[in-house]
């Protein structure tokens, strides 16, 4: 393709990774750029994906969604963190919430001071030191914004994907999106270059830019570039996962945050919306079969299930190269990760940003902005993976040979590294770019059994009574300003009340 402009950009699939760069591209590209969308209802969507982290609210921000609109049209809840159940050992859990947890005090991170409180008797739990996880368990919310105490609470959404992506095109096609209905039959290329589409009823849909939306199946990305696989699931061995709603328990509280229970060869998701609660059993079916990890999901449901089970299929990994000549991959075509950390979503949004920071101008830019996005893409990806390695690898669990083996597994030499570093010494290793903050880190970290040995030695110069004193404050403070919370379920039903139904 010579230097002409690139004005046409193409997305291939309307999944919630299809919906979103429309939305965006529309949002943001200006008049001079052409956004046609192509989806098959035939083929249909992935159709999970309900939970996310607090950077969807910048991405919604950035469309100029309200957000009361957005959750009463997706059935949509808060969220304020995540709990794991069982995960370090049975019996025990722990949450990684979104928000603060205690104070730092001069130069040293909350951690510290809990870890030599905990260790003179002084100290509770570390998440009782936040706010974020006590208005989570006590079922509260509401959009806080701190005061000189307490600061503010963080969160993000669970929503039904399927009207997430709805109300992402109606957005969209507002705005000037195209959308063709149909099956991509096949895709014409020059070399590295996309040329165009072709439907299976005959049209030919072309562009400068092609973004592969597809799934799993990456029609543009892997099936025509050819781009290579990373398979990483001898990290991260489940690769199947089976998924059914299920009504609410009655008079039960709207809970605020997604829960994680640890199974014998896996996870179980649960992920409460206003109109029903998502659930899921991730597994490895190297150690368990289809008919176990369903009857144990069945087993495992707050309601009655309100459809048939449904079983997926993945495997960890991502795409060699994310961006191939004029063809960038999004969402599923890219690459998967298990949602332990609802983390998919997120790598949608950071995808559309860094298409649009790197948006080329015109053709004879593409090699040069195509490395530098494969760059930080798989850098991206890679410190997402290790974040999620590590709650299989920091166990105490070795009831089931699926424990067994993932916690002997070598885990990447980095995480290896931050895992000592941190039992040791307290100290976070984190690269600037990084998604997942110290918090996350330090949280994860120590619900999982690895707590430092030792506290910073600056601690040591804060006496007993004020440290009894310091922490008695923060646990005064959260008591306080959970109580002045009203319940989850009550403020959504005052300020974002859902408007349709969908199961
Ligand atoms: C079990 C499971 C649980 C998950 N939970 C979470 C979660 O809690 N949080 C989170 O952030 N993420 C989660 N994810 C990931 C999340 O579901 C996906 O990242 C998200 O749905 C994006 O999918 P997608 O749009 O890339 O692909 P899809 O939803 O598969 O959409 C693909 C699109 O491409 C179209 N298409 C494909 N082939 C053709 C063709 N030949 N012609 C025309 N159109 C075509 C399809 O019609 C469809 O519109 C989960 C994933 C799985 C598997």
Known sequence: MPDQPIQTLVIAGGGTSGWMMAAAAARFCGPGWR????????????????????QIRLFNAGLGIDETDFLSATQGTLKLGIEFVDWWQPGQRYMHNFGEVGRALSVVPFHHWWTAARAA?????????????????????APFGGDNTLPPLVWAYHFDAGLYAAYLRRYAEARGVTRHEGRIAQVETQGETILAL???????????LFVDCSGFRSLLLGETLGSGWHDWSHWLPCDSAVAVPCAHAAGAVLTPYTRSTARAAGWQWRIPLQHRIGNGHVFSSAHLSADEATATLLANLDGPGLAEPRTLRFQAGRRDKMWIGNCIGLGLAAGFLEPLESTSIHLIQSGIARLLALLPGDAATLPVLAAEANRQAAREMEWVRDFIILHYKATARADTPFWQQVQAMAVPPELAERMDLFRHTGRIRRDHDELFTELAWAQVLIGQGCAPLAA????????????????????????????????????????????????
């Open 35 to 54: 956004i046609v969308l192509v989806e098959s209802d035939a083929i249909g969507t992935v159709g999970v994906g309900e939970a996310t982290i607090p």
């Open 121 to 141: 008797g002084l100290a509770g739990d570390y998440g009782h030191y936040s706010l974020n996880e006590r208005a989570a368990r006590a079922g509260r919310f």
């Open 198 to 208: 072709h439907m299976d009823d005959g049209r030919r849909i072309t562009g400068d």
């Open 456 to 503: 910073h030695p600056l601690t040591a110069a804060m006496g007993r009574d004020d440290l009894a004193g310091f922490m008695g404050l923060l646990d005064r403070a959260i008591t306080a300003g959970v109580a002045a919370l009203p319940g989850h379920g009550d403020w959504l039903a005052h300020h974002a009340a859902a408007q349709e139904t969908r199961s």
